[in-house]
């Protein structure tokens, strides 16, 4: 898997930060343009978050097959003796 690099700036937040103190119009102009990015960004962590769950999902109802045929390989030990 290769890792995702993020398009938004690592300046956004002293951006953000000076918009809410000095409100600059081109402090304000950068921030609109680095919207889409922004939505990028959370449409990616949101998939990934929604593919981990799907994961997890998966890993949990492999384990629970698992500690079911352990405890029926397990009662058929213990019935053959």
Same mark, same amino acid.
């Given at each position: 898997? #290769?890792?995702? +690099? #993020?398009?938004? #700036?690592?300046?956004? *937040?002293? &951006?953000?930060? *000076?918009? +809410? +103190? !000095? *409100?600059?119009?081109?402090? @304000?102009?950068? $921030? #609109? !343009?680095?919207?889409?990015?922004? /939505?990028?960004?959370? &449409?990616?962590?949101? &998939?990934?978050?929604? @593919? /981990?769950? !799907?994961?997890?999902? %998966? $890993? ?8 079911? &045929? *352990? ?8 019935? %053959?003796?």
């Amino acid at each position: 898997m #290769s890792r995702y +690099q #993020s398009k938004t #700036s690592p300046e956004l *937040r002293a &951006a953000l930060d *000076r918009w +809410q +103190q !000095d *409100r600059h119009p081109e402090d @304000a102009e950068w $921030l #609109s !343009d680095q919207i889409p990015y922004l /939505l990028e960004d959370v &449409a990616r962590v949101q &998939a990934g978050f929604l @593919a /981990l769950q !799907d994961k997890v999902r %998966k $890993l949990e109802s492999e384990m629970q097959t698992y500690r079911q &045929a *352990r405890i029926l390989a397990e009662f058929d030990d213990v019935n %053959k003796h």
